[in-house]
């Protein structure tokens, strides 16, 4: 390339940069409602960030990271083998089969039987795993069929699916599971993924990117990858903690989304939607306060620090502008009492992050021993 041309291809790339960096911009304050924001378009393959953000290192062990995955792939076969040590499921006549690389469930009753392929696992195991096998109705759209047994962490082994009953009732797809239509599929799949391209009513499976990946919080990022990190979107700054909290509890559920008469502290189902508790504690009071004051998003959990005293002290150093110390004189341990673990109806303990006095807890053996 000649010199001239080299100039004038950099003076179009700069104007071409400025237009682009101005529009992302604009594009970044505007918080994209769930069924839009995976639907964009511009987005890099999965792994294109590994090449220059070390993020990705870590990120790749989150929970996040598998919160989906393909149902046959050999963690979650592994589990479903087990599936036949289970008694409840065996008392169900529900199998597993494995034919050409796929998954089927499969129910027998005296001589009759029904099948259906498992295509997706949903929960990265920290705390649970669900299966889904996707079927076309009539009409084309995507439905599903949510299998009926889960992998509980907690337990080691499987028990009832949350919200499944023992029994058949209608709206069941036999002994298998419980069907969904499509609005309700795409939903699962909404907060479980990070590109849902929809297709004439139907997920476009070839083009999904299963998993809270990076682009899910960040944006599609074709752009930013194309011009080697040049174009930004600046999705994370410059928004106030209400804004942050909100993109967070887009899948972590925010409080409209529930009946006033069930937002009590005492509430235990609670604990499972974070943000709820968050943003009704005292501590929200201060603009400070946002999710990732203490977690780490690129981090698994067990990597974060989260054991400590330092995310409390932060804003309770007893200094007059900042807030009081504890009232019961404690100087360690803040989370066992103030955040302790709670479990609700089903086989998973939650940390209840409604921050507050409480009655009914001590200070537990693993906390605070590393991070003061
Ligand atoms: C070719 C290298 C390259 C690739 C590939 C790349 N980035 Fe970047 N990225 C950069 C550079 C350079 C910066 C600017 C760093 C700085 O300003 O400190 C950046 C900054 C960022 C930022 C910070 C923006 C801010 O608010 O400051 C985010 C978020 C980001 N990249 C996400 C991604 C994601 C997601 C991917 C994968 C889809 C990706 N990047 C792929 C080079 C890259
Ligand atoms: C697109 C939906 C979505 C968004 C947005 C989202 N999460 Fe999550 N998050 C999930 C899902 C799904 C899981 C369950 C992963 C699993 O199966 O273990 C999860 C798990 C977690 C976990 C526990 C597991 C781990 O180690 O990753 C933490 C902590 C968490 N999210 C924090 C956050 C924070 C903080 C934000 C905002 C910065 C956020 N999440 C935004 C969907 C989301
Ligand atoms: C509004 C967003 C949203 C929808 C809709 C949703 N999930 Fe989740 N799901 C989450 C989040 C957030 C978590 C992480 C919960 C946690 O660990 O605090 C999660 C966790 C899970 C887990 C792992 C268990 C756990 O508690 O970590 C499974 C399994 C799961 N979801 C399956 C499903 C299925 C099946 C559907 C559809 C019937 C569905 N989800 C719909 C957001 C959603
Ligand atoms: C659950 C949401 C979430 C996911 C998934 C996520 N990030 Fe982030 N990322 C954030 C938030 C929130 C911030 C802003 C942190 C802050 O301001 O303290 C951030 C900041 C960044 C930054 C700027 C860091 C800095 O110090 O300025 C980079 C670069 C980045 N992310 C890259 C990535 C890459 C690469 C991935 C995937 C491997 C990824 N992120 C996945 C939420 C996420
Ligand atoms: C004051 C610190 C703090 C803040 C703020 C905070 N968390 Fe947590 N979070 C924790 C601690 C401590 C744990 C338990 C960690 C462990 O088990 O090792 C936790 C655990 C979690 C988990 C794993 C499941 C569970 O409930 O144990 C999720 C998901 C989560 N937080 C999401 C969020 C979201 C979303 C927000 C913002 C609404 C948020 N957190 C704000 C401290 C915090
Ligand atoms: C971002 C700042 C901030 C952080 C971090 C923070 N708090 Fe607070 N907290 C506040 C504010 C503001 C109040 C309201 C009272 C006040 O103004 O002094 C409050 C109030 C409280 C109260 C009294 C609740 C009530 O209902 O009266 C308790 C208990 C508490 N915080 C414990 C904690 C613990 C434990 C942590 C760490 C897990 C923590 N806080 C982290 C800002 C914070
Ligand atoms: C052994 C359990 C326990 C531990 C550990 C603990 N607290 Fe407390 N905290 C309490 C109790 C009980 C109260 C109520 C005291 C009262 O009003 O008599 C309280 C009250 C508070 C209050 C409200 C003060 C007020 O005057 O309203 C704050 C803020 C607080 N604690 C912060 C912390 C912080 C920060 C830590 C860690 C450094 C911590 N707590 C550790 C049990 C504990």
Sequence with gaps: MTAKYY???????????????FLSYGRA?????????????????????????????????????????????EASWELLGQLAKFPGAVVDNVRIERRDDQIYAV????????????????????HARTWLGILGDSWGATDQVEFRWTWYH????????????????????????????????????????????????RIDYSQIIPGVQCQRCHGPQKEHVDTDGYIIEHSW???????SVNRC?????????????????????????????????????????TCIICHDP???????????????????????????????GQKKNCISCHMPKVTGDVPVAFTDHWIRVRTDTKPGETDGSNNE
């Design 107 to 126: 129910h027998t009753n005296e001589g009759t039987s029904q099948e259906i392929r498992l295509d997706w696992c949903f929960g990265s195991g920290l």
């Design 298 to 328: 690129h981090l698994p959990l067990g990597q974060q620090k989260l054991d400590g005293i330092w995310q409390c002290i932060q804003c309770h150093d007893g200094t007059p502008e900042k807030h009081g110390l504890c009232g019961a």
């Design 237 to 243: 700054s410059g928004i106030d903690h209400v804004e």
């Design 29 to 73: 304050r505007e918080t994209l409602p769930i069924h839009v924001v995976n639907q964009r378009t511009g987005w890099a393959k999965k792994k294109s960030c590994e090449a220059c953000h070390i993020e990705a290192d870590h990120f790749a062990l989150t929970g996040h990271a598998h919160s989906m995955s393909p149902a046959n792939s």
């Design 154 to 201: 907690q337990l080691e082994g499987f028990d009832l699916t949350p919200g499944q009953s023992e029994k058949n009732l209608p709206g069941y797809f036999g002994h298998l599971g419980l069907l969904y239509d499509h609005p309700k599929t795409r939903r699962c799949f909404a907060c479980h993924a990070t590109r849902l391209p929809i297709d004439e009513g």
């Design 249 to 289: 509890a887009q899948c972590h559920r925010r409080a409209e989304e529930m009946e006033n008469e069930d937002i009590v502290p005492e509430n235990k189902f609670l604990a499972r939607f974070q943000p709820i508790g968050l943003t009704h504690s005292a501590c929200f009071n201060s603009e400070k306060m």
């Design 7 to 21: 100039r004038r291809f950099s003076l179009a790339f700069f104007v071409c940069l400025v237009i682009s960096v």
